[in-house]
C-alpha cells in the first residue's frame, strides 16, 4: 500500500453490504490510504468468518491500490496505533447511529488523544441497511440483491442454505 495518510474503516461487517462499499468508496476520495479493519471478535456469533468477510469486502470493492483489508482484535486504538494511522472512519445511517458512535469517539479519543473519528453519512440509498437486517431478511427468503454485492448474495444463500 503506497505512503499517504492513512484511514482506518473498523467494522464486523457481517456481511458487508453496499452502505459499507459507499463509504469505503467516499474514504478512498478523501484519503491517501484507506484500510478496513474486520473486528474478529470471537464471543460474537457471526455468520461469516472474519477471513470470509475480509474476501467478500474485497469481492464488494474490487481492486484499488490505495485499500488494504486487513482483521483485528482487542482495542481499536491499539490497532490503530499499532498501523500508525490518526483517522478512525465510522460510517452513520441515522440518529441511533449518531449516539452509540459518539460515545465509541469519546472513549477512543480519551483512550487516545491523537486519534480523531470521522464520521460519514452513507448515502440516502443506504440509510436503512444494516448487516443485521440484511441477514434478517435474506434469512426470511426476502431479496436482498439491491443491498449486496453479487457475490455476497451468493455467499449469503449458500450460508443460510447450510443451516
Known amino acids: 500500500m503506497a505512503e ?28 491517501d490510504r484507506v484500510l478496513v479493519a474486520v473486528v474478529g471478535n470471537p ?4 455468520l461469516f468468518t472474519p477471513a470470509e468477510r475480509m474476501e467478500m469486502i474485497r469481492e464488494s470493492v ?4 490505495n485499500l488494504d483489508v486487513d482483521q ?27 449516539e452509540f458512535e459518539l460515545q465509541m469517539a469519546g472513549m477512543n479519543r480519551k483512550l487516545a488523544p491523537e486519534v480523531d473519528t470521522l464520521f460519514m453519512m452513507t448515502d440516502a440509498d443506504w440509510f436503512f441497511v444494516s448487516s443485521r437486517m440484511v441477514r434478517e431478511v435474506a434469512s426470511l427468503g426476502g431479496d436482498v440483491s439491491q443491498m449486496v454485492a453479487p457475490s455476497v448474495l451468493a455467499r449469503l444463500h449458500r450460508r443460510l442454505a447450510e443451516r
Open 4 to 31: 499517504g495518510r492513512l484511514a482506518i474503516y473498523p467494522g464486523s461487517f457481517d456481511p458487508p453490504h453496499l452502505g459499507h462499499v459507499n463509504v469505503i468508496a467516499r474514504a478512498l476520495a478523501a484519503f
Open 43 to 46: 464471543e460474537k456469533r457471526s
Open 62 to 65: 474490487g481492486d484499488h491500490p
Open 72 to 98: 483485528f482484535d482487542g482495542l481499536l486504538v491499539d490497532y490503530v496505533r499499532a498501523r500508525g494511522a490518526r483517522t478512525i472512519v465510522r460510517g452513520l445511517r441515522a440518529v441511533q447511529d449518531f
